[in-house]
């Protein structure tokens, strides 16, 4: 699956405008379609937009274990839909706009690693938020097992996938962390770890998970906020820092961890057993990488902050 190639930049990632002339943009665009309320299945319209405007209104947070909401992100505790949602009778706009469908086009066009075909294949997708990414790999034949570590983002998706009724959808309330049991070693054809590295604490640990999870001959598909210079860096940022939206609607964004240069996120990738990576920058701080597993390889383990990690 994976083919080796020189590392270079690419004008689809100039801009979010230009993403969206990738081929794979319109055809992804398309797929979306099959998530509107006509192709409703267990409701009705009227009942699944009462629901789905429910989930908007939802500020919780108990049922996610916090005791100190005001130590917290804002985005665990309010619920803010993920990506844009065309529903047919009615319109999302998401946080993070149409970036999943960019993102899987630049992933599709830009590194030329994946089928336009997934059916049989097997992918995790880390973060699913509200799922945007896992509903358009699973129109594109995928079976997919989403994982999210905000109980009341699962709660949302597992609703959508019974209303379209999603054979090929698995969600499961998991941290990236609880990625150690045998039903997720050597499972995975495709590690889908978009928008996420960049919040969590240990990110060699996470990227040896991501690792873990693959089947020989599999590939990670990972994205990131980057710190952009050169050298290998590796930014602390610190979850005191925030910006934009607003404390009083718990609408804003930040809550980062680290940040790391493009050459350290290449270095982490092949330190954590990847046997190659084509790490491209972005021109406004993001960073995408293909990584190929060949074969499972031990880590080195003195320092270790999980010492029992496979």
């Not at 020189?6 to 405008?17: D, V, Y």
């Not at 946080?95 to 995790?124: N, Q, Y």
């Not at 928008?195 to 990110?203: A, E, F, K, N």
Request: charged share 25%; glycine share 8%; hydrophobic share 40%.
């Amino acid at each position: 699956m994976f083919k080796k190639r020189p590392k270079q930049t690419h004008p689809a990632l100039a801009s979010p405008e230009a993403a969206r002339h990738l081929p794979s943009y319109t055809r992804l665009s398309e797929l979306m379609g099959r998530y509107t309320t006509d192709h409703l299945v267990n409701v009705s319209p009227d009942a699944f937009e009462q629901s789905i405007r429910g989930y908007l209104d939802l500020v919780d947070h108990e049922m996610e274990g916090f005791s100190d909401p005001d130590r917290q992100r804002d985005l665990s505790i309010r619920f803010h839909w993920g990506h844009d949602h065309d529903f047919g009778s009615f319109q999302l706009k998401g946080r993070m706009k149409d970036r999943h469908l960019r993102l899987l086009a630049t992933f599709f066009d830009v590194f030329e690693e994946l089928p336009k075909d997934l059916s049989g294949l097997r992918i995790l997708d880390i973060g699913a938020w509200t799922g945007g990414t896992s509903l358009a790999l699973c129109a594109l034949g995928a079976e997919v097992v989403a994982i999210e570590e905000v109980k009341k983002y699962v709660d949302s998706l597992n609703y959508l996938k019974q209303a379209f009724d999603i054979q090929g959808l698995e969600v499961r309330h998991l941290s990236l962390y609880d990625l150690t049991t045998d039903d997720f070693q050597d499972a995975f054809d495709i590690v889908l770890f978009t928008g996420v590295l960049y919040h969590v604490s240990d990110p060699l640990i996470a990227l040896r998970l991501t690792f873990n999870a693959l089947k020989d001959g599999g590939v990670s598909l990972i994205e990131t906020h980057m710190l952009d210079e050169a050298g290998q860096i590796l930014s602390y940022e610190g979850p005191g820092a925030v910006r934009g939206g607003k404390r009083e609607d718990l609408s804003r964004g930040g809550w980062n961890w680290f940040f790391p240069t493009p050459k350290t996120l290449e270095q982490m990738i092949l330190d954590v057993g990847y046997a190659d990576t084509r790490v491209l920058p972005t021109g406004f701080q993001r960073a995408l990488a293909v990584a190929q597993r060949d074969t499972h390889v031990d880590i080195m383990r003195s320092g270790l902050s999980m010492r029992h990690i496979r």
